[in-house]
């Protein structure tokens, strides 16, 4: 698998190993997990053990209560088991994998809801009260833009995410409609929404330098 940016989020994929069965695989950052009941399943091994297993309510998936395999794991049970059925897997797995570039993965992508985020507007005033600073929907815009969270070719053209935040979920978009220049038309507009993870890097980022402590004498 190649070398990928950050993940914000896990991303789920449900391959299929045409004839026997489907398997769903979560790719957290660095981590790979295998449904258990399904790589049992299509491997042909035997149930699987709490020590070789995680809970999905160990990490932050929709999953709950059930148990994966750690890709290394499964690898180790299949081997151990020994079978055609489980070396056949085991080949079909590798091979899916070695498929599983940053188009895969960003086609998994679940940006965040607009619901669940803040108009800039929003944002900027709760950073404004957090970090006790001065700080406008105009000014927060400006700082959107020199952190290369957003951009535009010209001053009339809307602003748009970039891929930088558009992958670490800093950002997400709010389809509405707007009136035109004819004011009888409506166009489509992706309106700006910060997310919970962006205001929480935008506070990091944005925050008052603390002067250093005067020197003791």
């Not at 056949?88 to 940006?111: I, K």
Request: hydrophobic content about 40%; aromatic content about 8%; proline content about 7%.
């Amino acid at each position: 698998m190649s070398a990928v940016v950050e993940l914000a989020q896990p991303r789920k994929l449900l391959s299929r190993w045409h004839g026997h069965g489907d398997l769903l695989i979560v790719i957290d950052g660095a981590y790979t997990y295998l449904r258990a009941d399904d790589v049992e399943h299509l491997a042909g091994i035997p149930r699987w053990s709490t020590g070789d297993t995680v809970l999905g309510d160990e990490w932050p998936l929709d999953v709950a209560g059930v148990a994966f395999y750690l890709l290394d794991d499964a690898f180790r049970r299949c081997e151990q088991h020994g079978t055609l059925m489980a070396r056949e897997f085991t080949a079909w797995l590798l091979e899916f994998l070695a498929r599983v570039d940053d188009t895969v993965l960003e086609e998994a992508h679940q940006p965040v809801p607009f619901t669940n985020a803040h108009t800039v507007t929003q944002a900027a005033r709760a950073l404004a009260e957090s970090l006790r600073i001065t700080l406008g929907r105009d000014q927060l815009f400006e700082q959107l833009d020199r952190l290369d969270w957003i951009g535009r070719n010209t001053p009339d053209d809307d602003w748009v995410i970039t891929p930088f935040a558009h992958t670490r979920d800093l950002l997400t978009l709010r389809p509405v409609n707007v009136p035109a220049s004819n004011r009888e038309r409506r166009r489509r507009y992706l309106q700006i929404h910060v997310t919970p993870r962006g205001l929480d890097e935008l506070r990091r980022l944005l925050a008052p330098a603390v002067p250093p402590p005067p020197p003791l004498f």
